[in-house]
């Protein structure tokens, strides 16, 4: 489809049109970017129940791109999108709950919305619902299901998680100590540029 024909399906109510042109405006496809007529189209989708564009315009709220930055207003729409079960949208919700921006804090709240990310498997929830359960923010402290997450997440690559992990498996943390899956977990970190593996690594060598 054509950018013609895409402003043609977005003014005559086409809300994945709408969606697409807001985008097509944001990167400058097909279009000179204009961040203020982005939200624009992202905003007439969203309120059609588009969730992508619930969830750009709540991004749009907190970056202040093409509209003045408001807290609150990003909370709205990404609770929207949450709510349609958007991953990325309820894993900016519990960051929201966690730093008490746009709402009261609350991280029981937030640990309800990164559960239900971690859940579809949104590796950056997977790691932040094992730091909660790690620390006992939110939930009830356990350390086993702090490890649970961050494999879940480690496997899909998350440095910070495949790092956590081996700590655990370093220090028998939640699971039997066992040096050999720790350097391997350290290993996959570092090989991602994790800093904190890489001295990890580099004390085992030095025996510390």
């Given amino acids: 489809m054509n950018i013609e024909e895409l402003k043609l399906r977005a003014a005559g109510g086409d809300a994945e049109a709408q969606f697409e042109l807001g985008k097509a405006y944001e990167c400058g496809r097909d279009v000179v970017v204009n961040l203020w007529e982005s939200v624009k189209w992202y905003r007439l989708a969203a309120e059609h129940g588009v969730v992508d564009a619930q969830y750009n315009l709540g991004v749009c709220y907190y970056e202040g791109i093409g509209v003045e930055e408001d807290m609150e207003e990003a909370v709205k729409w990404w609770r929207l999108a949450a709510e349609q079960g958007y991953a990325f949208a309820q894993l ?5 709950y966690k730093c008490g921006e ?21 590796a950056d ?15 009830e ?3 086993e299901e702090a490890v649970k ?9 998350n440095d910070k998680a495949q790092y956590y992990l081996g700590v655990c498996y370093y220090k028998g943390t939640g699971v039997e100590e066992d040096l050999e899956e720790a350097v391997k977990w350290y290993r996959l970190a570092a090989e991602k540029g994790n800093e904190d593996a890489k001295e990890a690594l580099k004390d085992l060598q030095n025996g510390k």
């Fill in 92 to 96: 900016c919700l519990g960051y929201a």
């Fill in 102 to 122: 746009g709402v009261e804090q609350n991280f029981e709240e937030a640990v309800k919305w990164w559960r239900l990310a971690a859940e579809q498997g949104n």
């Fill in 125 to 139: 929830a997977q790691l932040i619902l094992g730091v909660s359960y790690k620390n006992g923010c939110g939930v």
């Fill in 141 to 143: 402290k356990d350390v």
């Fill in 149 to 157: 997450w961050w494999r879940l997440a480690a496997e899909q690559g």
